[in-house]
């Protein structure tokens, strides 16, 4: 379980957004404080973080070593990426919904399978991915880094 504590100080953050296309003027100015608790947590005591091991979800921007901040308070919706227990492993995957009313867990890596549900069967969601948190340099911190990236 990933403890966070609010006793930091909220992180800055600026007023004016920034392209990804062409540079614009830099603005001098910034809003009010990011605290990451707002801005990730709607439920407290329904949120939960998890780190990813398997490439099944490379598809949807979701790689090994990435933390995901999962809610457990929000309905399943189809397209929704969920954190399930299939057989009593745990898994991420897209829940769809057909038309016909069978549930399918959908990897977004061409070398994993659909996992369909037809009737019977029983898959239990244990919450909505909301958040998807990932290095671009250096080290996640603490004991269980993901190491280098």
Known sequence: MVNVKRSLPPIPLFSESVKCGFPSPAADYREEGLDFN????RNRSATYCLRVSGQSMEGKGIFPG????????????????????????????????????????????ADYEDIEFRGEEEFFCFGVVTFCIKPFRGRWAGPEGAGER
């Open 66 to 109: 990435d933390i995901l901040v999962v809610d457990r308070s929000l309905t399943p919706r189809s397209g929704d990426v969920i954190v399930a227990a299939v057989d009593g492993n745990f898994t991420v995957k897209t829940l769809i919904r057909t038309d016909r009313g069978e549930v399918v867990l959908r990897a977004a890596h």
């Open 38 to 41: 707002e801005l990730l947590v």
